[in-house]
């Protein structure tokens, strides 16, 4: 792909994570991604410590302690908008607050302390996390031991969460989350199993997790524990249980549902609750891995009711919507690929897509989904996402936080399918959530006072 | 909300509990953002620059630009030098900026990265700046860093000729947008010939041009404003914690005069700050700021009822609370609880100076520095208070205990419209003091009892 823009405004370091889709010829693959990031590039990344801490700060009554300087654990206050049933001490910011003392003479013993406080002063603590944060091996504070030393004096799990942010990207911290659920799950090996499932990888953003479950409700299916979307100590302990596992968020909870089989003999099945086709699927599978005849009967059912209550609905907004073009930038490529297959049901052609984390795998998923001469982009800067964006005349971008103002200075609509979503997306109740607001942003009468 | 909060008082606490502050390097990236086409870069773990552009972005509602060394393993072990160079020529290749703003993280310094030196021996393309400030994220606060941000472009940018240029120098210390317009209104309508650094207005409030441009012209302090600084006449400084060291820095290396004033919000530091301008320029105020004044003044006497000794808790960094807390004695109010997280004792006894001023006694109050929300939440549960002031932060406080809360400071991250708008002079003033009485008024009207409930108050 060589056109004039691409050559002025893209790294040579970069082009290699870029793919132009050739059509059905063309030869798939090739895209360079799950790399680090270039030095200089102004990455929509982040880092270990932000892949760990989100995954797990959904875990409601668990204590979140960071450990470090206070900035880590200032940043990820309160943030990703996942919604609590139950406790909400997981939407408090506990940090070391490590001052220049600390990095000289070591931060361990301002950890232990906090840990002794905190059992002190609160009552029925069950869970604790530590996040070790970028200089916390630097300065040689030893958290593993101290862990160790604080769960048996206190007979309640303190796990570590080594984050400290250099050490690889985004997906390291979410192999570290995981590998930190699995520490608070191993002691409960060997339970008997029955028949209900996890949801891994849904965090419960504006209640997406209670979406989910009632659809199992309604399928007559248990559901033990989400991972980790408002999920308690209590609820996390039962997983062992489970006889199958299905995974929404791949990128960041695959690992787990590996280690899961590996650990408890759980067979797990990955699956998405975005979009009509995908929420469908997902669901009938489910009902059949577990060999549910009945489930999968309900889930037909039900589906087809849902499908043919929102095939009128989607009617109405058909004219609005048809004939426009996607941009989509977000974190797994899971979600990804379901975005495009939502816009394809909705009219709308993706022309960009990019994921900051997205496997190989899921590359080449998406470049069998779109049309030839789309854009496919791996950790993409704000100068790519303009540069393609403008090229391709793309109508709305779908991303995050950091693309919002991206997209509104560059006069192109938005919507958030991350943390700051504030209607849910997921299963069909999201169908309805995100065709409108798609359509309350591309048709909003605002745009016409931009030049 | 907030379960957790115990009533019995935890002084001298081992964990910070819902901070009231945060690192060094983001007031570095804020403080980058207001010279002209400048591009803050963080030199640390890639996630410090995305959790500062994302904090920015939610305040701002604007895209925040900076680049990252994102260190890796072999970064935080040999060392960033390679990093830096990558990035500086990564950084002008692509986003051509003028200056190249770096800021250290709490890692680059705990590993001992010199990147005074680094910068020094990199090659930089013709007629650019590449600067530095040391920003250690385990000092300090996220107002710290700012100051230091702010010696960092003097530093390497601002020079004594010898020729006075005859011009006023002011730093704001840390405001919004809309604040930096309203202040140079001030001065402009007080005749001044200013130099005002660092500058927000247009770099984080750009108005909708259907353009997406990294970096704005005419927006931000200009390479050749910051460099004629050392031949300002005199230097009016606001806050006593962001811009005192930036002053202490420009007297001592350029021999410019300063008078350190408090963030004007508020009557009288707003006079304050007229009467700063007026020493220099030796105008009289125009009609146009008497009439702002005294229409500020008419309106704080027309609500005065509704507020006076209503009880209130003001959080956030120490030099807008500083402000708020002076606005709220001369609406009658009573600062009951006075809260930063920033490391400063010093302050306490400014707040405290200033609440001698009105003759509250100190029984009557609870000033805190190197605090968190959580102290204030057990302070508010042993007492409560009529009114919240402060980020958004203390939302989770007022929900829990069914407090209106006044939004102010930074972080807003709530709300839309606040950074374009002033808080300071008069206007600000004006501004404040409708929100602040609109907010306790439809409290009492949603409390009231139906026989007390009135259509004209």
């Known amino acids: 792909m060589e056109t004039e823009n691409y050559n002025k405004n893209i790294l040579d370091a970069r082009k290699s994570s870029i793919v132009i889709t050739k059509g059905c010829d063309g030869k798939k693959g090739g895209i360079c991604c799950d790399s680090n990031s270039v030095s200089g590039s102004v990455s929509q990344r982040?880092?270990?410590?932000?892949?760990?801490?989100?995954?797990?700060?959904?875990?409601?009554?668990?204590?979140?302690?960071?450990?470090?300087?206070?900035?880590?654990?200032?940043?990820?206050?309160?943030?990703?908008?996942?919604?609590?049933?139950?406790?909400?001490?997981?939407?408090?910011?506990?940090?070391?607050?490590?001052?220049?003392?600390?990095?000289?003479?070591?931060?361990?013993?301002?950890?232990?302390?906090?840990?002794?406080?905190?059992?002190?002063?609160?009552?029925?603590?069950?869970?604790?996390?530590?996040?070790?944060?970028?200089?916390?091996?630097?300065?040689?504070?030893?958290?593993?031991?101290?862990?160790?030393?604080?769960?048996?004096?206190?007979?309640?799990?303190?796990?570590?969460?080594?984050?400290?942010?250099?050490?690889?990207?985004?997906?390291?911290?979410y192999r570290m989350a995981c590998d930190a659920i699995m520490k608070v799950l191993l002691p409960y090996r060997g339970k008997k199993k029955r028949k209900a499932i996890n949801i891994l990888g849904d965090f419960n953003l504006a209640g997406e997790m209670w979406i989910i479950k009632n659809y199992f409700k309604e399928m007559g299916i248990d559901v033990i524990s989400g991972f980790t979307g408002d999920t308690s100590y209590e609820q996390m302990i039962e997983a062992p249980r489970a006889s199958l596992n299905i995974v929404q968020c791949a990128g960041s909870s695959t690992y787990l549902a590996n280690r899961m089989e590996e650990e408890f003999d759980i067979p797990f099945l990955k699956v998405s609750f975005f979009g009509i086709e995908d929420t469908t699927a997902s669901l009938i599978r489910v009902a059949e891995a577990l060999k549910d005849e009945e489930a999968r009967k309900k889930a037909v059912l039900f589906c087809s009711k849902k499908e043919a209550e929102l095939t009128e609905f989607l009617s109405l907004y058909h004219k609005n919507l048809a004939g426009k073009k996607?941009?989509?930038?977000?974190?797994?490529?899971?979600?990804?690929?379901?975005?495009?297959?939502?816009?394809?049901?909705?009219?709308?052609?993706?022309?960009?897509?990019?994921?900051?984390?997205?496997?190989?795998?899921?590359?080449?998923?998406?470049?069998?989904?779109?049309?030839?001469?789309?854009?496919?982009?791996?950790?993409?800067?704000?100068?790519?996402?303009?540069?393609?964006?403008?090229?391709?005349?793309?109508?709305?971008?779908?991303?995050?936080?950091?693309?919002?103002?991206?997209?509104?200075?560059?006069?192109?609509?938005?919507c958030d399918h991350n943390h700051e979503r504030k209607f849910p997306l997921a299963g069909f109740e999201g169908i309805y959530n995100f065709t409108m607001e798609i359509n309350k942003s591309i048709n909003n009468p605002v745009w016409e006072f931009v030049s | 909300?907030?379960?957790?909060?115990?009533?019995?008082?935890?002084?001298?606490?081992?964990?910070?509990?819902?901070?009231?502050?945060?690192?060094?390097?983001?007031?570095?990236?804020?403080?980058?953002?207001?010279?002209?086409?400048?591009?803050?870069?963080?030199?640390?773990?890639?996630?410090?620059?995305?959790?500062?552009?994302?904090?920015?972005?939610?305040?701002?509602?604007?895209?925040?630009?900076?680049?990252?060394?994102?260190?890796?393993?072999?970064?935080?072990?040999?060392?960033?030098?390679?990093?830096?160079?990558?990035?500086?020529?990564?950084?002008?290749?692509?986003?051509?900026?003028?200056?190249?703003?770096?800021?250290?993280?709490?890692?680059?310094?705990?590993?001992?990265?010199?990147?005074?030196?680094y910068i020094y021996d990199v090659e930089i393309p013709e007629g650019k700046t590449v600067l530095y400030a040391s920003t250690p994220s385990y000092e300090g606060s996220h107002i710290q860093g700012f100051a230091n941000m702010m010696i960092g472009f003097m530093k390497y940018m601002t020079k004594k000729t010898g020729v006075p240029n005859g011009r006023v120098a002011i730093f704001p210390g840390w405001v919004n947008p809309g604040d930096d317009r309203e202040l140079k209104r001030i001065a402009r309508l007080m005749e001044a010939d200013y130099i005002y650094f660092p500058d927000h207005d247009g770099t984080l409030d750009h108005p909708?041009?259907?353009?997406?441009?990294?970096?704005?012209?005419?927006?931000?302090?200009?390479?050749?404003?910051?460099?004629?600084?050392?031949?300002?006449?005199?230097?009016?400084?606001?806050?006593?914690?962001?811009?005192?060291?930036?002053?202490?820095?420009?007297?001592?290396?350029?021999?410019?005069?300063?008078?350190?004033?408090?963030v004007p919000v508020g009557v009288k530091l707003t006079d304050q700050y007229l009467l700063e301008l007026q020493k220099i320029t030796k105008k009289e105020v125009p009609a146009e700021l008497e009439e702002e004044r005294g229409r500020l003044v008419d309106l704080m006497l027309d609500a005065h009822q509704y507020v006076y000794k209503k009880k209130v808790a003001i959080y956030g960094d120490p030099d807008i609370v500083y402000g708020f807390t002076s606005l709220c004695l001369e609406l009658g109010m009573s600062p009951k609880y006075i809260i930063t997280g920033t490391p400063k004792d010093r302050w306490q006894k400014e707040i405290k100076a200033l609440m001698d001023q009105y003759g509250v006694d100190e029984s009557e109050y609870v000033v805190k520095a190197d605090t968190d929300l959580f102290y204030l939440h057990q302070l508010i549960k042993n007492e409560t208070v009529d009114l919240l002031l402060g980020s958004s932060y203390g939302k989770q406080i007022a929900k829990a205990e069914d407090i209106p809360i006044v939004r102010m400071g930074f972080p807003v991250l709530d709300r839309y419209g606040n950074p374009i708008q002033a808080t300071v002079g008069y206007a600000g003033g004006i501004r404040y003091v409708e929100k602040i009485v609109d907010t306790m008024m439809d409290r009492l009207d949603r409390d009231v009892e139906d026989e007390d409930f009135e259509v004209v108050m």
Not at chain 2, 3 to 14: A, F, Q
């Open chain 2, 1 to 117: 909300m907030l379960d957790l909060t115990p009533k019995e008082i935890m002084e001298n606490r081992r964990m910070t509990i819902n901070p009231c502050k945060t690192c060094e390097p983001v007031g570095a990236m804020f403080c980058a953002l207001g010279a002209e086409k400048c591009m803050p870069h963080s030199h640390g773990s890639q996630g410090c620059c995305s959790y500062h552009r994302t904090v920015l972005s939610r305040h701002f509602k604007e895209p925040a630009i900076a680049s990252s060394s994102s260190f890796t393993e072999g970064a935080s072990v040999f060392g960033g030098r390679s990093n830096i160079t990558t990035s500086v020529k990564n950084v002008f290749d692509i986003y051509k900026p003028d200056i190249m703003a770096i800021h250290t993280t709490c890692l680059s310094e705990t590993i001992g990265d010199d990147v005074g030196s």
């Open chain 1, 46 to 173: 982040a880092c270990v410590y932000c892949g760990a801490r989100v995954v797990l700060n959904p875990i409601t009554d668990a204590y979140h302690i960071v450990h470090g300087p206070i900035g880590c654990s200032s940043y990820t206050w309160d943030i990703r908008g996942s919604l609590t049933s139950g406790e909400d001490i997981y939407r408090n910011s506990f940090s070391t607050d490590l001052q220049e003392t600390d990095i000289i003479f070591g931060g361990i013993k301002k950890l232990e302390a906090a840990v002794d406080e905190l059992m002190e002063k609160e009552e029925n603590v069950k869970l604790i996390f530590i996040y070790a944060t970028c200089i916390v091996g630097v300065i040689g504070d030893d958290v593993d031991a101290l862990c160790n030393m604080k769960s048996s004096q206190y007979n309640i799990p303190v796990i570590p969460v080594k984050s400290p942010g250099f050490s690889g990207n985004k997906s390291t911290g």
């Open chain 1, 326 to 414: 996607a941009a989509i930038y977000v974190g797994g490529g899971f979600k990804a690929i379901s975005l495009i297959r939502q816009f394809k049901a909705m009219g709308i052609e993706t022309v960009v897509v990019g994921t900051q984390t997205g496997k190989k795998e899921d590359y080449e998923i998406m470049e069998g989904l779109v049309e030839p001469d789309t854009i496919i982009l791996d950790d993409a800067n704000p100068a790519e996402l303009e540069t393609f964006m403008r090229e391709k005349g793309a109508d709305i971008l779908v991303g995050g936080v950091k693309e919002r103002p991206l997209a509104y200075k560059l006069g192109i609509a938005f």
């Open chain 2, 208 to 262: 909708m041009d259907g353009k997406n441009e990294y970096f704005h012209s005419n927006a931000g302090t200009s390479a050749k404003d910051i460099a004629a600084l050392g031949d300002c006449q005199k230097l009016i400084s606001m806050g006593t914690y962001c811009s005192t060291e930036p002053s202490e820095y420009l007297k001592k290396e350029c021999k410019v005069p300063y008078s350190n004033i408090p």
